[in-house]
């Protein structure tokens, strides 16, 4: 059995997934995705918590891939949280590790988004940060 449990807060959204992800399982996948992440200016992490994730097949990387391009579409980045040693194995043969970004936990994945976020905002707001030392 397969489920989407959905988790929202101020710092984004966190999708865990528990089962099996494969064919008969992605469209809830899609669904939830659609759902939560159409398009609304959000700027809050999007995050797959696969701690729970027992198995996944060709048709789940789609729906992995789905989403990721789907949000890269809106400039934002989904990132993969604790993700199973035969998914890592996968992510690696196949060099989806190049794409996915992939972090140990939930915490740690909302982190560097927050790290991201904030260095995004200095580097478009501090002045110091564009023109370096200026010479008098």
Known sequence: MFAVDVGRDARGVVFAL????DFH???QLYE???KELGPGGETGAVVIDCSHLTYCDSTGITALLKLYNQLSAQSRVLRLASVPA??????????LNQIFSLYDDVDEA???HEAERGTLVASTDDPALHGGEHSG
């Open 110 to 112: 909302l982190a560097a």
């Open 86 to 95: 035969f998914l890592d194995r996968l992510f690696t043969l196949t060099g």
């Open 32 to 34: 939830a995705g659609d």
């Open 18 to 21: 528990r089962g099996d992800l």
């Open 25 to 27: 399982s992605a469209v």
